[in-house]
């Protein structure tokens, strides 16, 4: 066998070279948003960098600075935003803006006539929807150009909206939107909706400031939206789905929305707090999904809301643990229409701040074989005039087969454990208590 002489070693490391980068996997591409930034881009350079990834994906690194959008950046499978936490803001450009419609928008034309054209402009994003048409039934077109107070579109109606039926347009949409996509991650960021105020507004879930719709295997983590003019972080059918360390805060609906059938997903340690809605919203048959660690706290319904309500069977398997809910207008936690949940070791305390003594730290209604144990309800608000959460456990409606047992409820206005329907459940072992008794010094 010849041996290499020095003067056949430059070849031959250059022929391992080759080997070696032909057998080794490519390393994911990472841009910097910065980069891409122009004058004119409505989403300042983000969507340009997210397109300039490869088929396969990478990570778009976002460097400290505001950028303003006026249409949604729209992520496929692969794609991982990354910013630098609270120094990275994405940021609305334009007022939230809703106008009724003047005339009748039928579906397949590509213009809108509104009642002003005021504040619109060519190249953003709005949405279209009425009373009748909303939530998957919106339109979400872009401006071409502008004539009187005609706004012509981008793409087809895909229903009819009517002025007699609530019909309107407005310029809200959501930042980050994905439709069946996989292996996305969005990190250390903060949205900003610059919604000055809730009322007069239309929320719609499709607008949430992160909208996933069929995605599978995405995480959102540490990431604050904050006075989005709809839902801060909704997920959307698909599988898989980790949001979590995320602050959702003075959005004109829920903090949070996991539904249309999602599965296996894992909501912890997130902070919902000061929303138009619910903290965290079940809506419509989600399955097999972890509500652990969070707290959801000074929101305009429930702390928790939702569980068991939409669909065939409801919101079923599950698993709402360990979180803090207090200060609500309403429920705690609010277990409706649905069954086959567990609801375990939460705190539910001084809610029902918007109707003082109506609603309960948990409220049962109309569940089934659901297990409801080892919670802590209080109110330990004084004088005793003061005191806002009616029940501890309140069991209503058709409630029935439910496993009630091993919670501490005290400090009630009504009382610890109430409801018609009692007896058509398993109760063991709950202590109820006049009086909240702090631990003793």
């Known amino acids: 066998?010849?041996?290499?002489?020095?003067?056949?070693?430059?070849?031959?490391?250059?022929?391992?070279?080759?080997?070696?980068?032909?057998?080794?996997?490519?390393?994911?591409l990472t841009v910097n948003a910065a980069d891409f930034h122009k004058p004119g881009s409505p989403t300042a350079g983000l969507q340009e960098a997210v397109d300039a990834l490869p088929a396969a994906g990478g990570t778009v690194f976002?460097?400290?600075?505001?950028?303003?959008?006026?249409?949604?950046?729209?992520?496929?499978?692969?794609?991982?935003?990354?910013?630098?936490?609270?120094h990275t803001v994405i940021a609305r450009s334009d007022a939230c803006l809703q106008v009724p419609l003047k005339a009748l928008a039928k579906k397949g034309e590509k213009q809108v006539t509104v009642v002003s054209a005021s504040g619109f402009k060519a190249g953003a994003e709005i949405t279209v929807r009425s009373d009748s048409s909303y939530g998957w039934w919106c339109t979400h077109?872009?401006?071409?150009?502008?004539?009187?107070?005609?706004l012509y579109l981008d793409r087809e109606l895909t229903h009819d909206y009517d002025p007699a039926a609530g019909g309107l347009v407005n310029n809200l949409f959501p930042a980050f939107y994905a439709n069946e996509a996989e292996?996305?991650?969005?990190?250390?960021?903060?949205?900003?909706g610059r919604m000055e105020k809730r009322e007069g507004f239309e929320n719609d879930f499709t607008l949430s400031a992160v909208h996933f719709r069929d995605v599978r295997d995405a995480r959102v983590a540490r990431v604050h939206v904050k006075r989005y003019p709809a839902?801060?972080?909704?997920?959307?059918?698909?599988?898989?789905?980790?949001?979590?360390?995320?602050?959702?805060?003075?959005?004109?609906?829920?903090?949070?929305?996991?539904?249309?059938g999602v599965t296996s997903g894992s909501w912890t340690n997130n902070v919902g707090r000061f929303n138009g809605w619910d903290g965290l919203y079940f809506c419509h048959r989600v399955r097999h999904t972890t509500v652990s660690g969070n707290r959801f706290h000074d929101n305009g319904w429930n702390g928790i809301g939702g569980l068991g309500e939409g669909g065939e069977g409801g919101d079923r398997y599950n698993v709402v643990s360990g979180n803090f809910c207090s200060n609500n207008a309403q429920s705690g936690i609010q277990c409706y229409g649905?069954?086959?949940?567990?609801?375990?070791n939460n705190v539910c305390e001084n809610n029902s701040k918007g109707e003082p003594g109506r609603w309960p730290g948990i409220l049962v209604e109309n569940t089934f074989s659901s297990v409801i144990s080892g919670n802590r309800c209080l109110d330990f608000q004084m004088p005793d005039s003061?005191?806002?959460?009616?029940?501890?456990?309140?069991?209503?409606?058709?409630?029935?087969?439910?496993?009630?047992?091993?919670?501490?409820?005290?400090?009630?206005?009504?009382?610890?454990?109430?409801?018609?329907?009692?007896?058509?459940?398993?109760?063991?072992?709950?202590?109820?208590?006049?009086e909240h008794q702090p631990a003793e010094m």
């Open 1 to 28: 066998m010849k041996k290499l002489c020095p003067a056949d070693w430059p070849l031959f490391l250059l022929l391992a070279s080759f080997l070696i980068a032909g057998s080794a996997p490519a390393a994911a």
């Open 183 to 192: 292996l996305i991650r969005i990190e250390d960021l903060v949205i900003d």
């Open 338 to 344: 649905g069954g086959n949940n567990i609801v375990v």
């Open 62 to 86: 976002i460097p400290a600075g505001t950028y303003e959008i006026s249409r949604s950046v729209i992520l496929r499978s692969g794609v991982q935003l990354r910013g630098e936490g609270e």
């Open 141 to 150: 077109p872009i401006i071409t150009r502008i004539s009187g107070d005609v």
């Open 231 to 260: 839902d801060g972080i909704s997920v959307q059918i698909g599988d898989n789905v980790t949001v979590t360390d995320c602050l959702s805060e003075h959005n004109l609906g829920h903090g949070y929305h996991p539904g249309t």
């Open 386 to 434: 003061a005191k806002t959460q009616g029940w501890g456990i309140l069991v209503t409606g058709s409630s029935r087969d439910n496993v009630i047992t091993g919670n501490i409820l005290s400090g009630h206005s009504k009382g610890g454990l109430g409801g018609e329907v009692l007896d058509r459940n398993t109760l063991a072992d709950n202590n109820t208590l006049p």
